[in-house]
């Protein structure tokens, strides 16, 4: 089954490349007052001392990542009663990434018109599942900050529990069906919301059954899964300069990514999670005694984040690319 999108390819492609263009714009500003903020000249030589065979190493591991959640997103397709072909569905995954510097990611809502135009799936009942992706990558992040056991866990509790808080608001309000029912009532007597209302009860519909208290385990492990392998990345790299343990890398990665998550705002995190990995990670050389801790944190972050972050972005359009031009 096929369906026409609510707008034409040549506008959505349009969107499609201001998304780009705005993140890109965002990250020339942020790297550069990032530069400046470090020792330029100091960066750029302890960037020279990262091999090229552990950036692609990072990059792999990153794939990885993407492989487990892939998992992750047929199960949640299947759940919806949605079935695609497999290289048809990892392509709509992968592109997925191509907005990931996007405010809360929520450019990855992109796979659900890929899925309208190649199944006709309702863009209200498919939404859901990037939420929920969202909602199962924090819960992982925080099984792996549980996991690792290191000590610089004690300062930033605060940040793991306000994220569980969170998520459990949202949780709440998701399975409270009185107070929904009541507010949708009252939104489908105003002709103008009625229509909203029938789009927002799909998606709530949606929401229940991936966000399912018995269905949480399973994705919530396979996002753990995915992000350690990232969190191997990142702990491969910083051996370059200090033996920094794995606990600790895992810590560093994940705290790193849940304050770029609750900096919703920040396309990608973009920033915030680079000055919050920065810092935590010249803490950690500063103790084991590396004497440019700083800059070498400072290199550490950004090949870390070309090796997951934007790698993600340039494969995304890729994927993004071939399915659009894509007839199976």
Same mark, same amino acid.
């Given at each position: 089954m096929s369906a026409t999108p609510p707008q034409s390819d040549q506008q959505a492609a349009a969107k499609l490349v201001r998304g780009l263009l705005l993140g890109l714009a965002a990250a020339v500003v942020i790297y550069t007052a990032?530069?400046?903020?470090?020792?330029?000249?100091?960066?750029?030589?302890?960037?020279a001392?990262?091999?090229?065979?552990?950036?692609?190493?990072?990059?792999g591991l990153s794939f990885l990542n993407y492989l487990v959640r892939f998992v992750r997103w047929q199960l949640y397709l299947s759940w919806l009663g949605l079935h695609l072909p497999w290289g048809v569905s990892f392509r709509i995954h992968l592109a997925g990434l191509a907005l990931t510097v996007s405010p809360?990611?929520?450019?990855?809502?992109?796979?659900?018109?890929?899925?309208?135009?190649?199944?006709?799936?309702?863009?209200?009942?498919?939404?859901?599942?990037?939420?929920a992706e969202r909602v199962t990558d924090l819960l992982g992040f925080l099984v792996l900050l549980v996991l690792s056991g290191s000590n610089m866990l004690g300062a930033a509790q605060w940040m793991a529990w306000t994220t569980l808080g969170l998520i459990g608001l949202l949780l709440m309000g998701l399975y409270w069906r009185g107070l929904q029912e009541?507010?949708?009532?009252?939104?489908? =007597?105003?002709?103008?919301?009625?229509? $909203? %209302? &029938?789009? +927002?009860?799909?998606s709530l519909e949606a929401s229940r059954l991936v966000l399912a208290p018995r269905r949480l385990v399973v994705p919530v492990l396979l996002a753990a899964l995915g992000w350690f392998c990232e969190c191997l990345g990142f702990y491969l790299l910083a =051996?370059?300069?200090?033996?920094?343990? $794995? %606990? &600790?890398? +895992?810590?560093?990665f994940a705290l790193g990514a849940l304050v770029g998550a609750l900096a919703f705002l920040a396309p990608g995190g973009l920033g915030v999670t680079e000055a919050s990995m920065t810092a935590l990670l010249q803490h950690r050389l500063s103790e084991l005694g590396v004497h440019t801790a700083a800059s070498a944190a400072a290199a550490t972050t950004?090949?870390?984040?070309?090796?997951?972050?934007?790698?993600?972005?340039?494969l995304g359009w890729v994927a993004l690319v071939w399915e659009r031009r894509s007839k199976v």
């Amino acid at each position: 089954m096929s369906a026409t999108p609510p707008q034409s390819d040549q506008q959505a492609a349009a969107k499609l490349v201001r998304g780009l263009l705005l993140g890109l714009a965002a990250a020339v500003v942020i790297y550069t007052a990032y530069v400046l903020w470090v020792d330029a000249e100091g960066l750029a030589q302890a960037w020279a001392r990262i091999p090229a065979s552990l950036l692609l190493a990072a990059c792999g591991l990153s794939f990885l990542n993407y492989l487990v959640r892939f998992v992750r997103w047929q199960l949640y397709l299947s759940w919806l009663g949605l079935h695609l072909p497999w290289g048809v569905s990892f392509r709509i995954h992968l592109a997925g990434l191509a907005l990931t510097v996007s405010p809360g990611k929520m450019g990855e809502t992109i796979k659900s018109w890929l899925l309208l135009r190649r199944c006709g799936a309702p863009i209200a009942r498919t939404a859901p599942i990037v939420v929920a992706e969202r909602v199962t990558d924090l819960l992982g992040f925080l099984v792996l900050l549980v996991l690792s056991g290191s000590n610089m866990l004690g300062a930033a509790q605060w940040m793991a529990w306000t994220t569980l808080g969170l998520i459990g608001l949202l949780l709440m309000g998701l399975y409270w069906r009185g107070l929904q029912e009541a507010v949708l009532r009252r939104a489908v =007597q105003w002709r103008r919301l009625a229509p $909203v %209302a &029938t789009a +927002v009860q799909s998606s709530l519909e949606a929401s229940r059954l991936v966000l399912a208290p018995r269905r949480l385990v399973v994705p919530v492990l396979l996002a753990a899964l995915g992000w350690f392998c990232e969190c191997l990345g990142f702990y491969l790299l910083a =051996q370059t300069f200090g033996p920094v343990d $794995v %606990a &600790t890398s +895992v810590t560093i990665f994940a705290l790193g990514a849940l304050v770029g998550a609750l900096a919703f705002l920040a396309p990608g995190g973009l920033g915030v999670t680079e000055a919050s990995m920065t810092a935590l990670l010249q803490h950690r050389l500063s103790e084991l005694g590396v004497h440019t801790a700083a800059s070498a944190a400072a290199a550490t972050t950004l090949a870390a984040r070309l090796c997951t972050l934007w790698f993600a972005v340039a494969l995304g359009w890729v994927a993004l690319v071939w399915e659009r031009r894509s007839k199976v």
